[in-house]
Nanobody, 120 residues
Framework: QLQLVESGGGSVQAGGSLRLSCAVYGYTYSSYCIGWFRQAPGKERERVAHIYTGGGSAYYADSVKGRFTISQDNSKNTLLLQMNSLKPEDTAMYYC?????????????WGQGTQVTVSS
């Protein structure tokens, strides 16, 4: 069982930066997949980025490559998403999610979400 708690959302002007954090609680002794998803009003949920805590390359959606960086702070059991050069189209509710299964599959642990709003 994992519990995820996001923080760090807010409002920023286009071109600005935000850093999202996801604190992970529970059984973290096994490796697992963890990532960020987002959903804007009227749009489908989109996978933004994910990593496997056991190592390997991160995945990024084409829409955020070169602007967003996902990382983990193992000492604090925290997942980070550094978002630079933000665009109005990045406006969405951002969710942290985790899975003990396939990283590109379904995720069954979710945080409550944090809102990111980018104004032009």
């Amino acid at each position: 069982q994992l519990q995820l708690v996001e923080s760090g959302g807010g409002s920023v002007q286009a071109g600005g930066s935000l850093r999202l954090s996801c604190a992970v609680y529970g059984y973290t002794y096994s490796s697992y997949c963890i990532g960020w998803f987002r959903q804007a009003p009227g749009k489908e949920r989109e996978r933004v980025a994910h990593i496997y805590t056991g190592g390997g390359s991160a995945y990024y959606a084409d829409s955020v490559k070169g602007r967003f960086t996902i990382s983990q702070d193992n000492s604090k059991n925290t997942l980070l998403l550094q978002m630079n050069s933000l665009k109005p189209e990045d406006t969405a509710m951002y969710y942290c999610a985790a899975s003990f299964g396939y990283c590109r599959g379904a995720y069954n642990y979710w945080g409550q979400g944090t809102q990111v709003t980018v104004s032009s």
